[in-house]
């Protein structure tokens, strides 16, 4: 996931830019796992920009 922080007031200037993911660790194994379908999709819903105003 991407994402841009810190524009300008105009929006034309990304000031700072930043990346962020999610790794699922093994609890027994404390190595990185698959995600289920199930998490992916709660993942992807919540990732998701929030609607604004009423229609």
Not at 3 to 20: I, K, Q
Not at 28 to 40: F, H, I, K, N
Request: proline share 7%.
């Amino acid at each position: 996931m991407w994402f841009g922080l810190f524009r300008s007031a105009d929006g034309t200037v990304r000031h700072a830019a930043g990346r962020r993911a999610q790794v699922r660790v093994d609890p027994a194994t404390l190595q990185p796992c698959p995600v289920s379908d199930a998490g992916r999709a709660e993942l992807e819903r919540i990732a998701q920009p929030a609607a604004t105003g009423a229609a």
